[in-house]
């Protein structure tokens, strides 16, 4: 799939060496949200450096960063986008252009750490790649792991490469799974239940009636997390908890049975873990992603950097509750797709995404999305153990299924 020739040919642009006593990080998608974040964190954090950037369509906001931060590579990913501005010369900056791009920058033999902030399935190549070097890979492209779980964590255990997961329930889950004597391991028998917690996004209140009339504006104004759109809208329908299960399944090899989902509308409280003898522990901290992303970084040492904290001198008051499974039937399609793996996973990202694009293109309602979702999974030819390409060929399946589930 990478032609070993293609990629050191591609390497070997990027020649310069590297500074000896740093940790060299390629931020994947640095002109978003996560992105954003983790050039703040590894700007102020010693021991790091910004080694590459890429970017996708914004091209001035990753020119703009390239010129702060000075990194070794830069990637434009759509050169399309790239070609209706004329690049300057950015000196001591090497630059490139398109997937192979990023693969070469994510398999850099100078490349330390790889924060996979790309979003959806466009960030899985990248990610298999880095996984594929044995690089530590800071993990917050979640849908790599709807979409092909199972291999990636089979070719992370072949190469030896570390996945640190970014997205904050998955953070709080690997911080707490540490309290128990089999470090990190979810499917450890000290481990009773894995407890994702969740806002409940911005409907958490919101009769069926109203859903049907959610606005993309209403959708996209989350009330505690400031994110890119498309998890906004996986926020608001659920489907970002149901993505989550999945995630955690294959992250920390456990039972979808063992996985809960709590509603947390204060999100401070990221996630807990019950143990064998019923103590919960639980990681708290202010809904900020600086914080799991420095922990990826930095594992296994904690270091004092710059990210906000809790203030114990105000009230706090934390709520939970069950979720309402009638109202957010994602979570349905999130523990099913989970049990069954094989190319669920594929179908279900792909559909969403599909799904989600058209919504906020206005082109279906709210309500349609997991409907929509629901209807291609139903529908898909289930395979047991799928190769990869099996997998990316389903995942352009669902996404035709939705367009036709939209033209009808
Ligand atoms: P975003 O939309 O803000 O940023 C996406 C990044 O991906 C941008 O840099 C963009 O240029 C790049 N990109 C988009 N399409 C691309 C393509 N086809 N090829 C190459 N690059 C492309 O998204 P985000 O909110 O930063 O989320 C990034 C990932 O992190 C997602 O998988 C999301 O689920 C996960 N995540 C985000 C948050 C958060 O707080 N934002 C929290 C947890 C997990
Ligand atoms: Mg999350």
Redo the contacts with the bound molecule.
Sequence with gaps: MFPAERLNRLNSVFSKSPMPDRKNIAI????????Q?ALSVIHSLPGYRIYGL?????VELLLNQARKYAPEIVVF??RGSASDVSIPALPGTSVSYG?AG?IALATHEATDIVVA????R??LESTWAAIGHGKRVAL????TMVVAGSQIMKLAAETGAEIIP???EHSALFQCLHSGNHSGNGNSSEVSRLILTASGGPFREFDSQQMNCVTVEQALNHPT????????I?SATMM?KA?EIIEARWLFGIDPAKIEVVVHPQSIVHSMVEFCDGSVISQMSPPD?KLPIQYALTYPDRIAGDCPRLDFESRLDLEFHPPDFDRFPALKLGYEVARQGGTTGAVLNGANEAAVAAFLNKEISFTDIVAACREVLDNHEYESNPSLEALLAQDVWAREEINKWIAC
């Design positions: 994947l998608g640095s002109t978003g949200s996560i992105g974040n890429t970017g996708h369509s914004r990913s759509d997937k990023i902030a790309i979003v959806g466009a960030g917050a492209n979640k849908e970014v997205d904050s997390w400031e994110m890119g759109p498309k998890i906004t996986d970002n993505l992603m």
